[in-house]
């Protein structure tokens, strides 16, 4: 019965009917697997957070001054530190801005005592902008400024002890946080719950942003820019230069290889090839 049904030219015409129909959705789902694909692979390109870059008046004393009262330990070269796997590098500046209110307004390092580590700091010539407190879901949490203008937010996070992130002031943060995920990977999440943020493992650090319109652009000022380690810096300045970005180009610095990019909320970036371990280790 089945044969004597699709017997005939009419069988073939109505089979070649529903294929004819069946053709835009086919390449539609094909379009948007490949569109899926591409995006997770763009998501798995996670580079690693490499480095601080600060302005200082006088670096070696900037350095000295870290490895006494943080968690940090000296750095293959004498302009840094290193905390965790993060290095903390110090140029000298001779008039360097204060860090807050300028697109990346400041660092946070987390302590296993606030308290007595702003006690600490302040008798080590910081300053206290904002004494400790606790604000509902977040750890506990005070501001000092440090002798060199760099504004570091003390938490109590046993979580993540050490490093724990940068926090950037931008015209638009979800655009902001979002530029950083798909160019140098990461993850989104909510910080405890409560605060977005793209996450950074080996090391683990995060980046956070809030609203601001006047934020000065990042360079001058204590804090001067962020750095990453991507795997061909050239390709890496040539793709964000093609978007409209101001980069600088890419040149050689000892061992490494080493390139800019202006992000669009004012924040510089160092991008940097070749970094080795003895580099990231401390001592």
């Not at 000892?254 to 970036?269: D, E, M, Q, S, T």
Request: proline share 6%; net charge negative; aromatic share 8%.
């Amino acid at each position: 019965m089945y044969s004597e049904a699709c017997a005939g030219q009419g069988c073939v015409t109505m089979s070649r009917q529903r294929e004819d129909r069946m053709r835009p959705h086919v390449f539609a789902s094909t379009l948007l697997l490949v569109a899926f694909a591409a995006a997770i692979a763009l998501r798995a390109a996670t580079f690693p957070y490499d480095h601080m870059h600060f302005d200082a008046t006088d670096p070696a004393a900037a350095v000295a001054w870290y490895a006494k009262y943080l968690p940090a330990k000296l750095g293959s070269m004498p302009d840094r530190v290193v905390i965790g796997r993060t290095i903390f590098a110090f140029a000298k500046v001779d008039n360097p801005l204060p860090s807050a209110g300028s697109a990346i307004d400041h660092i946070g390092i987390s302590v296993p005592n606030v308290d007595a580590k702003i006690k600490e700091l302040e008798a080590a010539g910081a300053k206290v902008t904002m004494p400790a407190r606790t604000a509902a879901g977040l750890p506990k949490a005070g501001f000092v400024e440090d002798p060199f203008g760099i504004t570091i937010e003390l938490l109590q996070d046993p979580e993540t002890l050490g490093f724990h992130h940068v926090h950037l002031r931008v015209p638009d943060p979800d655009a902001e946080l979002k530029w950083l995920l798909d160019t140098y990977g990461g993850e989104r999440i909510k910080w405890k719950g409560r605060v977005d943020a793209v996450r950074y493992t080996n090391p683990t650090v995060l980046l956070l942003a809030d609203k601001s319109d006047n934020a000065a652009p990042s360079q001058g000022h204590a804090i001067d820019h962020l750095g990453w380690a991507v795997t061909n810096v050239d390709a890496k300045v040539n793709e964000l230069a093609s978007t409209g970005l101001k980069t600088e180009a890419p040149r050689g610095v000892r061992n490494l290889r080493v390139g800019f990019v202006y992000a669009p909320g004012g924040v510089r970036i160092e991008m940097v090839q070749g970094r080795t371990e003895e580099e990231l280790a401390g001592h």
